[in-house]
């Protein structure tokens, strides 16, 4: 079945370093690849988002690119801050290729940790 | 429309006894989701729901748990009777499920604390 792997954390970093999350993918058909934040105390909420092989989904900062040759879905940031710390997941969805229902599936989630 | 409200936010009780979480969907969505998140195992699918009509329960861990959808505005998730194993972080996720390319959007969750 549809699975979705992304780098254990925490990842810990200082103010205004780079950032890299990797996360890669297995899927039947042509997935919609996302990125969701999820602060502490709340729900998930989106990120970002690519529908098809080599879109760049992009928003405060963030980007990732649909990659469908090495199946991968990476998030970065060039400068992150305090306020970025929280916990991102990746995640898929996409209909069967009968068209069929599609359900979310999301990885394990990766820490990340900003220190001024 | 106020996003995808789920009550009690925070929930305390003595093992054995009956849990009911709560879920309001945000209005038009026909996809209805609930999710367990703990340390240990990250964020589990328990049972999704389609036009009202669950489609898969099968992460559902026992038949202690149960989840209704007597219409499109309103889910319960019931755990009866609750385990310590249960306490976790319970959330509700509604989507329009127009090809798998729109996005999930969740509730604040429901802290549940069984001791």
């Known amino acids: 079945g549809d699975s979705v792997t992304q780098m254990e954390g925490p990842v810990t970093l200082s103010e205004e370093a780079f950032l890299t999350i990797n996360c890669t993918y297995t899927a039947t058909g042509y997935p919609s690849l996302f990125w969701y934040v999820q602060y502490p105390g709340e729900g998930l909420q989106l990120l970002l988002k690519a529908t098809k092989a080599d879109d760049k989904g992009s928003n405060k900062g963030f980007e990732a690119t649909y990659r469908k040759e090495t199946t991968s879905f990476h998030l970065e940031k060039g400068s992150v801050q305090v306020s970025d710390s929280a916990v991102y997941f990746c995640a898929l969805s996409g209909s069967t290729t009968s068209g069929g229902s599609y359900i979310p599936t999301f990885g394990r989630g990766t820490s990340l940790i900003v220190h001024p | 429309d106020a996003g995808v409200i789920q009550s009690p936010r925070h929930e305390v009780t003595e093992m054995g006894q009956e849990v009911t979480l709560r879920c309001k969907p945000i209005?038009?969505?026909?996809?209805l989701f609930w999710y367990r998140q703990t340390m240990m195992r990250g964020l589990e699918l328990l049972i999704y729901f389609n036009n009202n009509v669950p489609i898969d329960d099968s992460g559902m861990p026992e038949d202690r748990f149960s989840a209704k959808m007597p219409n499109a505005s309103f889910s319960t998730l019931k755990i009866q009777p609750s385990e310590p194993r249960d306490s976790a972080v319970y959330f509700c996720a509604s989507s329009l499920g127009q090809g798998g390319n729109t996005e999930a959007f969740f509730g604040q969750g429901t802290r549940l604390t069984v001791v």
């Open positions: 209005s038009g969505h026909d996809y």
